[in-house]
């Protein structure tokens, strides 16, 4: 019978996006890249969920502090407005200096599609730094494509498909690919500093309670997509 033919093994959900992973982040950019009908859709989400951009909405709680209502409400306007300056800024927000805020929230729905899962990772520029680049805030995001980060898996270190894992199965650092002086390098990243600050932003949506990567969200469509390029051709 058909169902006789088609093989089904059962294990972890996470071993199954471990194997599956580069093959099926592949071949949905290759798509992406070469199909007109699914760059038009990937368009379309990013407008969809951003529009322009995603608009800070801070509420503080200063009742405690002694803040009036109307004080608590200019507060709130001061952090909106030097937000904005400091989003739209590239200078100021992405550790290299080319993107806005916004941009790089696109850029992570972008890498969500095909890789299923964003990467940043978080940076404070010291005092003479700054002063080389003439700019002001010292944190900086750095978008890292997750091809980055890599495949490895060693239980012993609690390694599992680049994500170190202490003993509770809580991540505490993400091995990632670099280039240094032309040679690539693996390297560790905290995923908090000292003092208990986020530093790697991993952003991915789970199937399975054990994941640890996410897995593109167009690999239930490939087949039928390829039939139906293919077809068309």
Not at 201 to 221: C, E, K, N, Q, T
């Amino acid at each position: 019978s058909v169902i006789s033919t088609r093989p089904a093994i059962l294990r972890d959900h996470r071993d199954d996006v471990r194997i599956a992973w580069r093959r099926t982040a592949g071949l949905p950019m290759d798509l992406i890249q070469n199909s007109g009908r699914l760059r038009g859709v990937a368009d379309q989400v990013v407008t969809d969920t951003t529009g322009v951009e995603l608009v800070l909405n801070p509420q503080p709680d200063l009742a405690e502090l002694g803040y009036s209502d109307e004080e608590t409400l200019a507060f709130s306007r001061l952090i909106k407005q030097r937000w904005k300056r400091y989003a739209w800024s590239p200078r100021e927000c992405d550790f290299r200096g080319k993107f806005t805020v916004p941009q790089m929230i696109d850029i992570a729905l972008r890498w969500d599609m095909p890789y299923g899962e964003a990467l940043g990772v978080m940076s404070y520029m010291s005092p003479a730094m700054r002063s080389r680049y003439r700019i002001k805030a010292g944190t900086k995001l750095c978008m890292v494509t997750p091809t980055k980060l890599v495949q490895d898996t060693n239980e012993f270190e609690g390694l599992f498909q680049g994500v170190v894992h202490d003993p509770n199965g809580r991540p505490i650092a993400y091995r990632i690919q670099e280039k240094e002086s032309g040679i690539v390098v693996k390297r560790d990243h905290q995923a908090f500093d000292g003092e208990g600050r986020q530093t790697v932003v991993h952003v991915f949506d789970p199937m399975d309670a054990s994941d640890v990567r996410g897995i593109s969200r167009l690999a239930a469509a490939f087949r039928q997509h390829i039939q139906h390029e293919t077809l068309v051709d």
